[in-house]
């Protein structure tokens, strides 16, 4: 049984940044982060290979950066330049090849002055 743990969500003023954690409990194919905000359907934020290869939604292109510590099986989201509409539960996805998909309980993000 695989587990995935996310944390570091909280509230920001818009502008400011936060990192998000995501911890699996053994080694890892690919991550991925995804955001349901109210009301709206759950959406692809960014993801990342076993080899580093990485792609992102377009809305936050040079604003997050998701990178990965294969030794801690950790994957990580930095946020910058955080916005309103960044308001969402954010979910950490691992795909585990024996496994298929495993998805965290999420951690909220809210942006707010």
């Known amino acids: 049984q695989v587990q995935v743990v996310e944390s570091g969500g909280g509230l920001v003023q818009p502008g400011g940044s936060l990192r998000l954690s995501c911890a699996a409990s053994?080694?890892?194919?690919?991550f991925h982060w995804y955001r349901q905000a109210p009301g709206k359907q759950r959406e692809l934020v960014a993801g990342?290979?076993?080899?580093?290869?990485?792609n992102y939604a377009d809305s936050v292109k040079g604003r997050f950066t998701i990178s990965r510590d294969n030794d801690k099986n950790t994957v990580y989201l930095q946020m910058d330049s955080l916005e309103p509409e960044d308001t969402a539960v954010y979910y950490c996805?691992?795909?585990?090849?024996?496994?298929?998909?495993?998805w965290g309980r999420g951690t909220q993000v809210t942006v707010s002055s």
């Open positions: 990342i290979t076993s080899g580093g290869r990485t």
């Open positions: 053994r080694s890892i194919f690919s």
């Open positions: 996805k691992a795909f585990v090849l024996t496994l298929g998909d495993i």
